[in-house]
């Protein structure tokens, strides 16, 4: 399948992101898990800052902006799906990226409004990736505060399911 030069520009940064979140993987399945109790949370130790090597890359992945936007690479990939000798491959992936979209259209009811996934997730990911020790962590206190503690888990679960789509789609491209 030839791609423009547009797209390969796409996949490149697709993949240089997707490399991103695979050494992000790597580094949390290695590190020392140590475990507190907070406010009545069972959390590990420096669960954000552990955390946050994965979210930059999730984050531009969800991003329709970003030249990294995981959007860009499923239409790559759908277009491969009608060609007879990939679309076996690319139709499991597609069906993977389908998943997770709508996954993120789904909504919780958190700090008594209902709020999509997709939502959800940026507002996470917006706080984790810039959040920090000083005053930059008060946007995240100030989130877990309107929303509950709830929204760490379920973005922390979200935030793996993109990464999961995103290697997939990088195993195929």
Known sequence: MLLSESEQATVRVFRRNAQDVRTALASLEGGDQRLRVVDG???????????????????????VNDNAYIGRTASIIALAARIPMYAEAASAV????????????????????????????????DAAVFYDNNDKRRPYEEMLREMGRA????ATSLTNEVASVMLAMDDFV
């Open 41 to 63: 949370y069972i959390e590990a130790a420096g669960g954000v800052e552990n955390f946050r090597r994965l979210c930059v890359p999730v984050r531009r992945a969800i991003l």
């Open 94 to 125: 597609i069906a993977k990226h389908e998943a997770l979209q709508r996954e993120l259209a789904s909504g919780s009811l958190l700090g008594g409004r209902r709020i999509s996934h997709g939502e959800l997730l940026r507002l996470w990911l």
């Open 151 to 154: 929204i760490e888990g379920i």
